[in-house]
């Protein structure tokens, strides 16, 4: 099992660079960041771009791997994200793994001035940006129409460090997003049940997770693949329960989702006076010592 971590895009560089250098110190496995604009309780407080972030990080640090927890549609197009992701991929010499998803109805949904996307509308659009974005990174030119996103002689040379390109951690729970998670994905991500995984009370949690393993892993013998191929991810943050109270807590939950099949743990850094408020000195003994308490 892997530990990681979500570096939240919320402080000037000075200090940012410290947290990323640190994460690295720490030995976890990647550190990543998520893609908004903009993000709920943090709105109206710092918030930085999530593409110069990662290459500030990436200078700023030589093992640890780097990502986004998650990029969308919400805002992006494959054409200029291809050319970023792969920008990024080589300045940290093939440490990048990207993190994508449907994306939300939250303040990135309206920032560019359109109406929120349905569900429906949101995977309508993904279902035709992860097979673009995926060939824009594969190929050195790409002509693709579709209803929503066209690339005409898009270029990306040379292509990414990594072949044939950067690892997709592709978010789903439906069964339209778990069908290109099997057909696209390196990993699978989830945080819950993602209709209010804050409501499912904490004995439920770990079985609203099995049945999406178990969902995900239909979707990958229909598509004539093995779920163990795909890395799957587990981020922490969103229910109620409170893996980063103690080390003991931490074990806990961490043994609970390894028996469930979970390959990738990913606690947030802590943000004093925010819903990641957690103590820093419990964290980092998590982070050095949590995953050798499993045995």
């Known amino acids: 099992m892997r530990l990681s971590t979500v570096i939240l895009p919320i402080h000037r560089w000075p200090v940012g660079q410290q947290i990323w250098r640190r994460a690295e110190e720490l030995g976890f496995h990647t550190a990543y960041t998520y893609d908004h604009l903009s993000w709920r309780s943090f709105r109206d407080e710092p918030w930085f771009g999530a593409v110069p972030t990662l290459t500030a990080a990436a200078a700023a640090t030589s093992t640890l791997r780097l990502g986004t927890l998650v990029t969308s549609p919400n805002f992006r197009h494959p ?13 940290s010499q093939g440490r990048l793994s990207v993190g994508i998803g449907v994306g939300g109805t939250g ?16 995977a309508d659009r993904f279902d035709e940006f992860l097979p673009m974005l995926d060939e824009l990174l594969r190929e050195p ?32 729970t439906g069964p339209r997003g778990l069908r290109l998670a099997a057909e696209y994905g390196q990993g699978w991500v989830t945080y819950g049940d993602p209709k209010g995984p804050g409501e499912v009370p904490v004995a439920e949690a770990p079985s609203v997770v ?13 598509r004539g693949r093995d779920v163990a191929e795909l890395t799957k991810v587990l981020l922490e943050g969103s ?14 939950w961490a043994g609970t989702y390894r028996d469930l099949g979970i390959d990738e743990l990913v606690i947030h850094w802590p943000v004093p006076d925010s819903i990641f408020a957690n103590d820093l000195t419990v964290f980092e003994q998590i982070a050095t010592e949590g995953l050798a308490q499993l045995g």
């Open 141 to 172: 030119v790409t002509t693709r129409h579709g209803e929503f996103y066209d690339a005409v002689e898009a270029r990306n040379i040379p292509g990414c460090v990594q072949t044939p390109r950067v690892p997709f951690l592709v978010a789903a």
């Open 210 to 222: 099995e049945r999406q393993i178990e969902k995900l892993t239909a979707a990958c013998e229909a």
């Open 239 to 252: 229910t109620a329960e409170k893996p980063l109270a103690s080390l003991d807590a931490f074990v806990d």
């Open 107 to 122: 303040f990135d949904a309206t920032a560019l001035g359109q109406e929120a996307w349905t569900p429906k509308e949101r």
């Open 79 to 91: 054409v200029t994200l291809a050319k970023d992701l792969m920008s990024i991929d080589d300045i």
